[in-house]
C-alpha cells in the first residue's frame, strides 16, 4: 500500500484499494505531510497513523466523500523545514485541495503562498496564532485552538489552583519549551500575562539537537524552583523532560504541558510520572464507531499501519480529528458548489463554513468525541474550550472542567498580532470577496 516516490524522496502515495481513479478530476487529492522518522518520530507516527486511517477508512466504508474517492499521499519531512517546503513544492502541482504541514517551521514560510497557489493550509491547533484572524488570513485554517488558548488556559488553570489569577503576584512559572517556531509562539503572551498578573516567568529553552540531552535546563528547574512548570514539547523533547522532572523529584501535578505529550512519553517515566498533564480537547480510546469501522476496514484486513493497542491514543486521536476537518471542509464545500471533484478554492469555502454540531459528530461515528466546530469567515479558529488530563500511571485521565480561554487576552491578541503581520508584509493579498458573503 505505501508507494515510495522518488520526486518526494520519501514521499509515500497511498491508495485506498485499486479501483481509486488515477485522474485528477476523478478523484479528490489530500497529501500528509509526515514524520515516521528522525527525532520528532515518537510523536509523528502516532499522528500520521491517525490521519492516514481515517481517510482510508471513508474510502473503504464510504467510497470516499460524497461518491468521490480520496487520493491520500504522504511526504515525510522528517519535522525539517527545508523538507516540508520541499514536499509542498513536489505536492502543490496535482492540485491538493488543502495541504497540512504538521509543523509551525513549515507552515510560517506557507502563509504568504496559500492566496498565491490558491492552496488552504491547514494548521490544527499549532502554526501561527494570529492566522485564526480569517478576515486578514483567509487560506490559512488553525482550529480549534492557538498556542495562545493553550498558554492563557493554563496559566488560567494554575490562577483557579491559586485562588484567584490576582493570587499569581509573586509566583514563579517555569517556561520549558523546543527552541524553534513551535515553542517560541507563545512567548509573547507569556510575557503580557507575567506583567499583568505579577508573575515571574523562567524560560528554559531547548534546541533540537539536544531534546535527549536536557541536564542543564532541569538543573535550572531545581535551582530556581519555580512554583508550576509548562512545557511546549515535541518529539524527543517530551519523555526526556517527564524523566529528568521525576529525576529532580519536581512535583507532577504541577507540570503541565500543552497537547503534544503521548502516552509513551508519560509511561517511560515509570510511576513518578503520575500526576503529570497536558491539556486536550477531545475524546480519547476505542469507544467510537469510527474507530470500530477503522478496526474493521483498515486493521483487520491489513491495510493500516497502526498496531490495534494505539488505536485510540491521544496523538492518534489528534490525527483523526485533523483528517475529521479534512474530510468535513471536503463535504461542506461540495454541498456549497454542487461538484463532486472539488478544488482548493472550494475547500476554503467549504473550511469558513464548516459547522460540526454534536449531530453531525453522531453521525460520523465520533459521538462525544469534541466540542462542536463552527467557523465563519472572520474565525478560522473557534477557539474551543480546553480540559487538563492527568497520568494515572496507566492513562490519562480527565481532571478539569472545561477552560474557555477567551477572557484573558487571547482575541485582542490575535487581533493586533494579524493587524502587524499584514502591515509588515508590504502588498499583503486582501481577501477577493468580503466576510458576508463567504460563509
Known amino acids: 500500500m505505501l508507494k515510495r ?5 520519501v514521499a509515500a502515495a497511498i491508495l485506498a484499494g485499486a479501483s481509486l481513479p488515477a485522474a485528477a478530476q476523478d478523484s479528490i487529492y489530500v497529501p500528509l505531510f509526515t514524520y515516521r522518522t528522525g527525532a520528532f518520530s515518537g510523536s509523528g507516527i502516532f ?25 491520500v499521499e504522504e511526504c515525510e519531512t522528517g519535522y525539517d523545514t527545508k523538507k516540508g517546503l520541499e514536499c509542498y513544492e513536489a505536492v502543490k502541482g496535482k492540485n491538493p485541495v488543502m495541504v497540512n504541514p504538521w509543523s509551525t517551521g513549515t507552515t510560517l514560510p506557507l502563509i504568504p503562498r496559500a492566496a498565491v497557489d490558491k492552496i488552504p493550509i491547514l494548521s490544527m491547533a499549532y502554526g501561527l496564532s494570529a492566522s485564526g484572524d480569517g ?28 485562588g484567584g489569577l490576582d493570587k499569581l503576584k509573586g509566583k514563579k512559572i517555569g517556561y520549558i519549551y523546543l527552541d524553534a517556531g513551535f515553542g517560541k509562539e507563545p512567548i509573547p503572551l507569556l510575557e503580557q500575562l507575567a506583567k499583568d498578573y505579577g508573575f515571574e516567568l523562567k524560560m528554559y529553552p531547548v534546541p533540537a539537537t539536544d531534546m535527549q540531552n536536557q541536564s542543564s535546563q532541569w538543573l535550572g528547574v531545581r535551582r530556581d524552583r519555580p512554583d508550576y512548570m509548562v512545557m511546549y514539547g515535541w518529539g524527543a523533547l517530551n519523555p526526556t523532560a517527564v524523566k529528568e522532572a521525576v529525576k529532580i523529584n519536581y512535583p507532577m501535578k504541577k507540570f503541565i504541558s500543552v497537547w503534544w505529550p503521548s502516552e509513551d512519553d508519560a509511561r517511560g517515566a515509570g510511576d513518578g510520572a503520575k500526576g503529570f498533564k497536558t491539556l486536550n480537547w477531545h475524546g480519547v480510546g476505542t469507544g467510537y464507531r469510527a474507530l470500530a469501522d477503522i478496526d474493521k476496514f483498515l486493521i483487520g484486513t491489513g491495510k493500516s499501519q497502526t498496531p490495534k493497542e494505539q488505536l485510540g491514543q491521544v496523538l492518534y486521536m489528534h490525527g483523526i480529528y485533523n483528517s475529521m476537518l479534512i474530510a468535513e471542509g471536503i463535504a461542506t464545500a461540495q454541498k456549497v458548489t454542487g461538484k463532486k471533484a472539488v478544488t482548493g478554492e472550494d475547500v476554503r469555502r467549504g473550511l469558513e463554513g ?22 465563519s469567515c472572520t474565525d478560522h479558529n473557534g477557539h474551543k474550550a480546553l480540559f487538563l488530563q492527568e497520568w494515572d500511571g496507566t492513562r490519562y485521565v480527565k481532571t478539569s472542567d472545561a477552560i474557555n480561554p477567551a477572557p484573558i487576552k487571547v482575541e485582542q491578541l490575535q487581533e493586533d498580532a494579524a493587524k502587524d503581520y499584514v502591515e509588515k508584509n508590504t502588498g499583503w493579498p486582501k481577501r477577493t470577496e468580503s466576510c458576508d458573503k463567504s460563509s
Open 135 to 162: 478576515a486578514r488570513f483567509p487560506w490559512i485554517f488553525n482550529p480549534p485552538n492557538t498556542y495562545w488558548d493553550g498558554a492563557a488556559s493554563i496559566v488560567k488553570y494554575i490562577g483557579e489552583q491559586e
Open 47 to 71: 499522528i500520521a497513523n491517525g490521519m492516514r486511517d481515517y481517510l482510508l477508512m471513508l474510502n473503504e466504508r464510504d467510497g470516499g466523500i460524497g461518491g468521490v474517492k480520496l487520493a
Open 5 to 9: 516516490l522518488l520526486a518526494c524522496g
Open 354 to 375: 464548516l459547522d460540526i454540531s454534536a449531530a453531525r459528530m453522531k453521525e460520523l461515528g465520533l459521538e462525544g468525541f469534541a466540542e462542536p466546530l463552527k467557523l
